[in-house]
């Protein structure tokens, strides 16, 4: 990428970008993502456009603070006008994709194929193009966060009476897409991220949802989370 000095209003065309295009990109994964629901689960009215709407609204917010982090704090390279532009976009799609990702699996356990292959397609162009880690370190990430979960959970399912896996399949492709995004190097960060963010939500699901011992948990939410902490740490080449 060409390198030229900073200006005032290229950090703020990520925030602008971001901020403005995170509510359509949420809506569209929903969309896609509640017709690949209803063609596994059926019908759901948990699901509806007007309660997506709330969750777009919580986009705008999430994706406010994280792009005013990235456009403080800017890539190590230089931007210019068009490495803000591709940083405000990546930044709505990023946070979209994520909220899309936890609102499904929190509500009805399913992270979309849909969702997490999107996200790992547009993750590895941007790693193509220059806009986020290298495409060796994306390839890696993206195998490392398919396989080391799937891995470990198949070492500790030979101890359980019960061989069942404990991490879903939509888990770990959504794992495998945040790798391509995040790279080898900060992949691990998110995991350690999202270990510790389960037990807020495991609390607030006990509390509020009455969930028991046999409810299946939702991973995606807290990978979430860890993924919008992480991502302007990888960009500013902190991990």
Do not use: H, K, Y
Not at 125 to 146: C, D, K, N, Q, W
Not at 202 to 222: I, M, N
């Amino acid at each position: 990428m060409t390198t030229t000095v900073n200006s005032s209003a290229e950090p703020l065309l990520i925030v602008i970008l971001g901020v403005g295009l995170v509510a359509p990109v949420q809506l569209i994964a929903s969309r896609l993502a509640r017709t690949e629901c209803e063609r596994w689960l059926g019908p759901d009215p948990r699901l509806s456009r007007s309660r997506a709407l709330l969750w777009s609204a919580l986009s705008v917010v999430l994706a406010a603070a994280m792009t005013s982090q990235i456009a403080t704090v800017p890539p190590l390279w230089a931007v210019t006008q068009q490495d803000s532009l591709a940083l405000g976009l990546l930044s709505a799609i990023w946070v979209g994709s994520l909220v899309c990702a936890a609102r499904i699996d929190l509500l009805v356990r399913l992270v979309p194929d849909r969702i997490t292959l999107s996200l790992g397609v547009i993750g590895l162009f941007a790693s193509l193009l220059g806009f986020s880690v290298p495409v060796f370190e994306a390839i890696g990430g993206g195998l490392l966060g398919f396989g080391l979960p799937w891995a470990i959970d198949r070492l500790l399912s030979m101890r359980r009476p019960s061989p069942s896996p404990t991490i879903g399949r939509g888990d770990l492709w959504l794992l495998a897409a945040m790798g391509v995004w995040l790279g080898v190097e900060g992949l691990p960060w998110v995991l350690a991220l999202a270990g510790l963010l389960m037990v807020p939500v495991v609390l607030w699901g006990a509390l509020a949802r009455d969930w028991s011992r046999q409810t299946r948990l939702p991973f995606a939410p807290a990978l979430a989370m860890a993924g919008l902490l992480v991502w302007p740490l990888v960009l500013s080449g902190a991990p």
